[in-house]
């Protein structure tokens, strides 16, 4: 009995321990050893809404991973150029197991320290040739941004409906401004998906588009909108990182859909929202995943489900009533996949209606169309590669200028 | 108020001493200055620190100190830069010797390093880099001594003002730069300079950045026999001193400023191409990342004398890389160490003063 007892006891004991062992693991898949280390390359510093975005996640996920700050380095100011290179061989230098590089332009210097130290992870957002370089340690991020810029465009939309309700506008004279950086894939798709959510909303909008030629440029940028405001444009977005655009908005008391971030403290009577990228869950996925010894992801993209895009607070002082109600509706229908930003029945091209459209997904110098993009009805953005590919011009939005 | 104006008279009127030009000054007592300089500027340094941030100052130096030279690769990265801002001093000196104010350097660099990136990219892959690396070398020689030549053209023709035509200058090549970056970058449109593969500069002893450095060591010690040797670095002298004398003596001075922008230009084509072929390998608009400004304070400070220059940009970039460690170690902003790195070089200008003049105070005698 006595026996039969103890051996019982042992057993029961051995599972607990087992459970218990399996539990802990689970919870702490990934233990975080002293030594182990995060390299960070900022392209800006804070005064970026573009940077302040990476630095604030950067802050938050390392954090809630439970590094200690000696075991986190930030590098802030590092231009796109031999300079990122070399910044990316002192980070590994200096011990650490993860570098990531914020800059599109960052991406072949962070490729070439890839390929000098294979033995460290290097993470670069916004890139494009990660999946074709196949690099083992070298790896692409995005967000499905452009979901939530047509959230932000649906925002817009319903602002320009009020305006028209309230007789300050007809219909025909719904015409939005957007101040664009580069006029390249990722501000072409991020535009559009704008312009297509407001354009869900508000038939009758149309859209201007003034290009800079710089990333971040806070006088051209506030030239660009002064312009478009000039042009009769009655509400304006950006996708280019200063506080230009956001400030000759608020000067001229015109509503701005902001990126990157709120810019409510600044411009407190004419902010509507804004979309943004949180890189928290991005951080966390690959600090875990190196912990882990697992290989992370060439090619990372995810959306709302991730946590992976936001939109921020919407100001009720200027946003249309209902706005949020409506938001939160196309919200629920993108995620459920019942509703695609770019589906081909909400656009045309040249007066056409697209089924078939092949994109440069593979990089390369000429724009080289390779991949059948448009299926089931909608063109399949950020599915081929992380960051985005969309690059037709459709109808409805004027290109003032072009900067390539 | 009334106290305050007798103060000036007082002052103005010696009664509390004189500042007197010094004839000549020995060298150890100059360098003497120089360094307690220094010493002086780290101390208040020291006060801004505590003053503004929680930070040890003693540990900060410590910090700047490993930012430059903590590692191989620091170390290395410290040089190369080193080299590539003494090439430009180098450029920029022939031309202040002569008074004529080169303030182009950024523009005659971003000509050298256009052309030798155009030569990389229509010529990579057809010639063998051994053809390639001389004539991109050549090509970037002559592109930015023809860019250096138009100023100078103007200037004995029209005696059109050389400091505001340089300074234009450089933003029409900053301009055509961002063009043709444009152009050429990849994917098109992205702004993202293309990678350049051909014709990069061979490593030496597994040393990336050694050639570099070995081009401008034999730059500097050339410059110096020129200057100091040869006939033309005489004439150079003499104009810079008075073009009226120069005229007297037989010197044609118009061919001295054009031959001599000529050199300048060249040389700034040298650190052009060195930047694009032997560092970045691309070419973008801040390539030359305002060494052709920063430029200006190093041939000064070392008084146009090349060999003094190895001192005064080795201590400029030490300075920007053992700030940009304090940014990245305390994680300040880069306006913190911008500060000290001004307080540091003030003091270092300052001291010339000191070195020029000497302050004498009015001896105490009774019955004033």
């Given amino acids: 009995m006595k026996k039969t007892l103890s051996i019982l006891l042992v057993a029961v004991m051995l599972v607990a321990s087992l459970v218990c062992f399996t539990a802990c693991s689970d919870k702490k898949g990934a233990e975080v050893s002293a030594d182990f280390k995060v390299g960070f390359i900022f392209l800006h510093d804070e005064n970026s809404t573009y940077d302040k975005n990476f630095l604030v996640a950067a802050e938050q996920a390392t954090a809630e991973m439970g590094l200690k700050p000696e075991q986190v380095i930030f590098k802030t100011n590092i231009p796109e150029g031999n300079e990122c290179y070399e910044a990316a061989a002192d980070l590994a230098d200096q011990g650490c197991d993860i570098v990531f590089a914020n800059s599109f332009g960052h991406e072949p210097y962070m490729l070439k320290a890839a390929k000098e130290f294979p033995e460290v992870q290097f993470c670069h957002a916004t890139g494009t040739t990660a999946h074709t370089e196949k690099v083992a340690n070298f790896h692409n991020a995005f967000a499905s941004i452009y979901e939530g810029r047509y959230l932000a465009g649906i925002a817009a939309g319903m602002k320009l409906n009020e305006m028209i309700e309230a007789g300050k506008i007809t219909a025909e004279q719904a015409k939005m401004g957007y101040v664009g950086a580069f006029t390249y894939a990722e501000v072409m798709s991020g535009y559009t998906s704008f312009y297509l959510g407001a354009k869900s909303v508000c038939p009758t909008v149309t859209m201007e588009v003034q290009f800079t030629g710089s990333w971040y440029d806070e006088a051209l940028e506030k030239e660009a909108a002064t312009k478009l405001l000039s042009n009769n444009c009655v509400l304006i977005s950006q996708h280019a990182d200063s506080m230009g655009a956001p400030t000759a908005c608020e000067n001229a008391g015109v509503p701005n859909v902001s990126y990157n971030g709120s810019t409510l403290a600044a411009c407190p009577n004419t902010f509507i929202v804004s979309s943004r990228i949180d890189w928290t869950p991005y951080f966390k996925y690959m600090i875990e995943t190196d912990l882990k010894g697992e290989a992370i992801a060439a090619d990372w993209c995810e959306g709302f489900e991730a946590g992976s895009v936001k939109l921020t607070e919407i100001n009720d002082k200027v946003a249309a009533a209902g706005t949020k109600e409506a938001i939160e509706a196309a919200k629920a229908k993108l995620i459920s996949g019942e509703l695609h930003v770019f589906d081909v029945n909400t656009f045309t091209v040249k007066g056409e209606k697209l089924d078939s459209y092949k994109a440069d997904v593979d990089t390369d110098a000429d724009y080289t169309p390779d991949t059948e993009v448009i299926k089931d009805g909608y063109f399949h953005e950020s599915e081929f590669r992380s960051a985005p590919y969309f690059d037709l011009q459709i109808d409805g939005i004027t290109l003032l200028n072009s900067a390539f | ?368």
Wanted: glycine share 8%.
């Fill in chain 2, 1 to 368: 108020m009334r106290k305050l104006d007798n103060f000036f008279l007082k002052v103005a009127s010696g009664s509390y001493g004189h500042i007197i030009k010094r004839d000549d000054i020995i060298w150890w007592k100059a360098w003497g200055i120089r360094i307690l300089s220094v010493f002086f500027a780290l101390i208040v340094c020291g006060f801004v620190t505590v003053s503004l941030t929680d930070l040890n100052p003693i540990e900060m130096y410590v910090t700047m100190v490993e930012g430059a030279v903590g590692t191989p690769r620091l170390t290395w990265n410290l040089f190369q830069n080193t080299a590539i801002l003494l090439c430009v001093s180098l450029a920029l000196t022939p031309a202040f010797k002569m008074k004529f104010w080169n303030i182009g350097g950024e523009g005659q660099i971003l000509i050298g390093g256009l052309a030798t990136a155009s030569c990389m990219i229509f010529l990579g892959g057809k010639l063998p880099n051994g053809v390639l690396i001389p004539i991109m070398f050549l090509a970037s020689v002559v592109a930015a001594s023809i860019w250096a030549l138009v100023p100078a053209y103007f200037k004995t023709r029209f005696n059109a003002n050389e400091t505001l035509f340089t300074l234009m200058m450089n933003y029409v090549a900053i301009q055509l730069v961002a063009y043709f970056t444009l152009e050429w970058s990849v994917p098109k449109g992205s702004g993202t300079p293309r990678t350049l593969e051909f014709g990069q500069l061979p490593t030496l002893l597994g040393q990336k950045y050694l050639i570099n450095i070995l081009v401008v060591i034999v730059l500097t010690v050339l410059l110096y026999i020129y200057l100091k040797y040869s006939k033309q670095g005489y004439e150079i002298s003499v104009v810079g001193e008075s073009e009226k004398t120069a005229k007297y003596i037989g010197i044609n001075v118009k061919k001295v400023i054009l031959r001599t922008m000529a050199i300048s230009g060249a040389l700034c084509g040298v650190a052009g191409f060195l930047l694009v072929a032997g560092t970045d390998h691309s070419l973008k608009s801040d390539t030359s990342g305002g060494r052709g400004f920063t430029a200006i304070m190093v041939s000064w400070l070392a008084k146009f004398n090349p060999v003094f220059m190895i001192v005064t940009s080795l201590l400029i970039v030490f300075l920007q890389k053992g700030a940009s460690k304090i940014s990245e170690v305390y994680r300040l902003n880069s306006s913190f160490s911008d500060i000290i790195t001004g307080i540091i070089i003030f003091f270092i200008i300052g001291s010339e003063f000191f070195i020029n003049y000497r302050i004498k105070l009015a001896r105490k005698e009774k019955n004033v």
